[in-house]
C-alpha cells in the first residue's frame, strides 16, 4: 500500500520512498566474535604446523622470548588457560598481551596458526591425548 502510494503521490514524497528502499535489510554484517581472528581476507598464507611454528613462532616460542611460553618446556605452559586449547588458539590468532595475533604475520591463515599452535603443544606435551 505505502508503494502504492509512492507511485501515486510520484515527486511529492519521493524522499520517503526511497529512504523506505535504502532501508531494505541488508544481511547483517557477519558478527565477528571479539575473539575471532583478523579477516579472512589477510589470511593467505597456508604452512603445515612445522613450517608456520618454524617461520613466525619460534623466533618468540623457542626462547621464551618476552614472556612467551617456551616450547618444549611444560613447565611454561601449565599457567595457561583452563580451558587449554580452544582458548590458547584463539589467543594465537587474535593476540594475548604480549603475543601478538598471529604471531605478528596477518596473513598467515587461521589454520596454519591453529596447525602450529598444535604442533607447539605436541612438542611440549608429547603425551597428551590427540584430538
Ligand atoms: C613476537 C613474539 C611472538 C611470536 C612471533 C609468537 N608468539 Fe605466541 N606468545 C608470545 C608471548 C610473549 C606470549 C605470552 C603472552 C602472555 O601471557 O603475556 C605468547 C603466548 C602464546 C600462547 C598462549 C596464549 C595463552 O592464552 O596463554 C600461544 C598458544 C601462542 N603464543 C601461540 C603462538 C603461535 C601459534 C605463534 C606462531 C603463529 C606464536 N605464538 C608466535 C610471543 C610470541
Keep these: ?15 520517503g520512498c526511497m529512504q523506505e528502499s535504502v532501508e ?3 544481511a547483517p554484517a557477519t558478527e565477528t566474535d ?16 612445522v613450517d608456520a ?6 623466533s618468540c616460542h623457542e626462547k621464551g622470548l618476552n614472556g ?3 616450547t618444549g618446556d611444560p613447565k611454561a605452559w601449565s599457567g595457561r588457560s583452563t580451558q587449554w586449547e580452544a582458548v590458547l588458539f584463539n ?3 587474535s593476540g594475548y598481551m604480549d603475543m601478538p595475533a598471529k604471531g605478528g604475520k596477518p596473513e598467515l591463515s587461521d589454520r596454519s596458526v591453529v596447525a602450529a599452535a598444535e ?13
Design 68 to 70: 612467551a611460553p617456551k
Design 91 to 93: 589467543h594465537a590468532k
Design 24 to 26: 531494505t535489510p541488508v
Design 34 to 49: 571479539s575473539n575471532m581472528a583478523a579477516p579472512p581476507a589477510a589470511a593467505q598464507l597456508e604452512l603445515s604446523g
Design 1 to 15: 500500500m505505502y508503494r502504492f502510494l509512492c507511485m501515486v503521490v510520484g515527486g511529492l514524497s519521493i524522499a
Design 53 to 58: 611454528y618454524q617461520q613466525v613462532c619460534a
Design 119 to 131: 604442533y607447539m603443544l605436541s612438542i611440549t606435551y608429547p603425551d597428551r591425548p590427540a584430538n
